[in-house]
């Protein structure tokens, strides 16, 4: 069984800690070090309960291994407050708002509250409950929470630019009051769990990954761990090595060029939906890649691992097909009509490892989806392309992978004009039925989705 020595910074506090290949940050940080504030709910990557931030940014951590954050910063709820146990200023305002009832979900509201700080959220109601997405309160105290971190954002804000602290919050300077002694390793509960989980490898370069690749058959590249690792906790995946791409810095590139863009695989949806050059260039992408499950996903959650998934629920296969682009991989430049071969099924060899995706500059775009809920996957989503020369649209969600619709790309090519989509309608034999709707709903709902992308591109 496969076990290693890692070094993390928890809280400003050395730890170096022997840990398991599979072990998720969240027991790590709860068994070992002690820090039960995280809290554990759906073990699912659902409720956000588990919110920490790792070098700054929000991961939930049940959804992350503890070998994927060697080297890196963790901040916890512990690591927050005064020295003389006052409360950070998140914290006050939570408490001043009544924002909490039985107190489960607090610390995973109050770490992603603390992320906000450094995000393009504004200290409104909408835009602090659409950035909460990934946060779930069982007793629903959204009321508080939400009238809380609208108080707090704009004086962290205040204090950050100032470059100051803020009274009460030690989130600055993490050493403070803080012990310095490294975290003494396995003398915990975790250590006395049965041993199991892949053998877990870092190259820094795709050749190196590649021959990782060759060298086992079992063998499977990680990227944000967003959908390997739920299969995995599911065990409809089962790798012996997992090829952790994170140090590979070529596959991290994102360049907006005059014609084309670049996104490397490594790059995370929420660095897609910020950069400036892709919310000019290629605003549809911008905006499908910020409307993907919530800011904790987002932050690790990449391009490459989606596409190398191929759910078909997701979002970035339609974005990807309906742009015309090409997905390069370490052994060839795939058309997109060419990569996507049906349900988590695409042109990719087992030791082919996709660099990143080109996209042309378009005229326009699109993508709208009728998001399940919970996760936000689409239970359909529609994307329409308008190319010098061509229009095409793409499906996602309806059952059977991502797929184009050529009569309403024909239409649209002729006249590009919602009234040019009159009268029209997908087939539901295209469409699957399950337990969130039937075939129907969902060929219907793509109907509408298109007409309404498409009025929003042409309106009048
Ligand atoms: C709660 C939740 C909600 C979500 N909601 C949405 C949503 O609304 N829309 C949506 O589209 N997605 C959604 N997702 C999925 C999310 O976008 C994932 O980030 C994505 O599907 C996988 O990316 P990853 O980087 O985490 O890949 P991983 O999980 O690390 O890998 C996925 C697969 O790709 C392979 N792989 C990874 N990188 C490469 C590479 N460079 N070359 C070859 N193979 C590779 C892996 O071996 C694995 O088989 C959601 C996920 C969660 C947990
Ligand atoms: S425990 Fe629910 S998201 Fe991690
Ligand atoms: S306060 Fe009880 S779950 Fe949110």
Redesign the pocket.
């Known amino acids: 069984m496969n076990r290693r020595i890692i070094a993390l910074r928890v809280n400003g506090r050395e730890c170096v800690l022997e840990v398991d290949a599979a072990e998720p940050l969240v027991e790590t940080l709860r068994e070992r070090c002690q820090l039960t504030g995280t809290h554990q709910g759906c073990d699912t ?2 409720c956000g309960a588990c919110t920490v931030l790792v070098n700054g940014s929000p991961i939930k951590s049940c ?1 992350r291994l503890t070998e994927q954050s060697d080297g890196c910063d963790v901040l916890t709820i512990e690591g927050l407050g005064g020295e003389g146990g006052e409360l950070h200023l998140i914290q006050q305002a939570f408490s001043r708002h009544h924002a909490l009832q039985c107190g489960f979900c607090t610390p995973g509201f109050v770490m992603r509250a603390l992320a906000m700080v450094d995000e393009a959220v504004e200290p409104e109601p909408i835009a602090v409950r659409k950035a909460l997405s990934g946060n779930l309160c069982r007793c629903t105290g959204y009321e508080g929470i939400v009238q809380a971190i609208c108080e707090a954002l704009p004086v962290l804000r205040r204090s950050r630019a100032a470059d100051r602290p803020v009274e009460g919050a030690s989130m600055d300077r993490p050493d403070r009051g803080r012990p310095t002694s490294p975290c003494v390793p396995d003398t915990n509960r975790v250590s006395d769990m049965p041993l199991w989980g892949p053998i877990h490898c870092r190259p820094s370069s795709t050749a190196s990954a590649i021959e990782s690749l060759k060298a086992s058959p079992e063998a ?11 299969a995995m906790r599911l065990g409809l995946a089962a790798p012996t090595h997992l090829i952790d ?1 994170q140090d590979i810095d070529e ?1 991290r590139t994102l360049r907006a060029g005059a014609d084309h863009l670049l996104v490397g ?1 490594m790059v995370p ?1 929420a660095r897609v939906a910020a950069d400036r050059g892709v919310m000019e260039g290629w605003p549809m992408l911008a905006a499908l890649a910020g409307g ?2 919530d800011q904790q ?1 987002r932050s ?3 391009l ?3 596409l ?2 191929n ?1 078909p629920a ?3 296969p339609a974005g990807v097909l309906a742009s015309g682009a090409t997905v390069v991989t370490t052994r060839s430049r795939i058309p997109a009509d060419e990569f996507f071969k049906g349900i988590f099924a695409t042109a ?1 060899a087992p030791d082919e ?2 660099l990143g995706v080109e996209f042309p500059r378009p005229i326009a775009g699109r993508y709208l989806k009728f ?1 399940q809920p919970a ?4 239970l359909v989503g529609v994307a329409v392309v308008r190319l010098p020369g061509s229009v095409r649209v793409a499906l996602t969600g309806l059952g059977a992978g991502v797929c184009r619709w050529p009569e309403a790309e024909a239409r649209l090519g002729e006249r590009f004009h919602r009234a040019a989509l009159a009268g029209l309608t997908l087939d539901p034999a295209c469409a699957y039925g399950d337990l969130h709707s039937p075939a129907e709903y969902r060929a219907h709902i793509a109907a509408v989705l298109l007409k309404r992308a498409v009025g929003e591109l042409s309106p009048g």
Do not use: Y
């Not at 761990?225 to 739920?230: N, T, V, Y």
């Open positions: 990557a659902q959804n499977r590249p990680l990227a944000g761990g967003q959908s390997l690792l739920p791409l596959l695989a949806h993907i499950a996903v690790v959650g990449t490459g691992g989606s190398a998934n759910d997701a979002c970035w990719l490892l996709i998001e996760s936000r996957f689409a």
